[in-house]
């Protein structure tokens, strides 16, 4: 997944320690909802945050990424795809906070979570499982 660097603030960046996809997914989730809280209190500061810490996301960890490579196979090449625009789309939620447009904020965030939802309508039960499995 996104191996761009977290911006922790505006002087420094950290590259944040890889962690396991439903851990990476649980903070995109955090991070949605600090875009909802910017959207419905008009800060764009919080939005801004929301939308680079979606894209800053941490690096896949070995275990996680070798699961999802054995379970998907030759399907791996749609997953990175999805994985793709939500960065590309996230990018472009923080460029429409910069400006303080929050007609194209709320355009790129629907982009952004249709593809959180598509990602997770082919892939989430089928690699949830397989994490399961391999727990037992
Ligand atoms: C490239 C595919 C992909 C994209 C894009 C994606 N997800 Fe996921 N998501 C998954 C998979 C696969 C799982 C199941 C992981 C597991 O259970 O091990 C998951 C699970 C989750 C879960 C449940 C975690 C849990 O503890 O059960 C949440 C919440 C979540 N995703 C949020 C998001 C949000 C928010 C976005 C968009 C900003 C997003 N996801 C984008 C693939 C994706």
Same mark, same amino acid.
């Given at each position: 997944m996104g191996l761009s660097s977290y911006k922790s603030n505006d002087n420094i960046k950290?590259?944040?320690?890889p962690q396991e996809?439903?851990?990476i997914m649980r903070l995109l989730m955090l991070?949605?909802?600090t875009i909802n809280e910017g959207i419905y209190t008009k800060n764009f500061d919080? /939005?801004?945050?929301? $939308?680079?810490?979606?894209?800053g996301h941490a690096a896949l960890a070995d275990e996680s990424r070798q699961l999802v490579m054995n379970t998907l196979g030759d399907r791996?090449?749609?997953f990175g795809e999805y994985d793709n625009l939500v960065h590309s789309y996230a990018d472009? /939620?923080?460029?429409? $906070?910069?400006?303080e447009d929050m007609g194209r904020v709320l355009e790129q965030y629907r982009i952004v979570e249709q593809g959180c939802?598509?990602?997770?309508?082919?892939?989430q039960d089928e690699i949830k499982s397989a994490r399961l499995i391999r727990m037992d």
């Open positions: 950290v590259e944040p320690e996809l439903h851990t991070d949605i909802h919080l /939005i801004e945050t929301g $939308a680079a810490n979606i894209n791996m090449a749609q472009s /939620i923080r460029d429409a $906070a910069i400006q939802v598509n990602c997770h309508a082919a892939f």
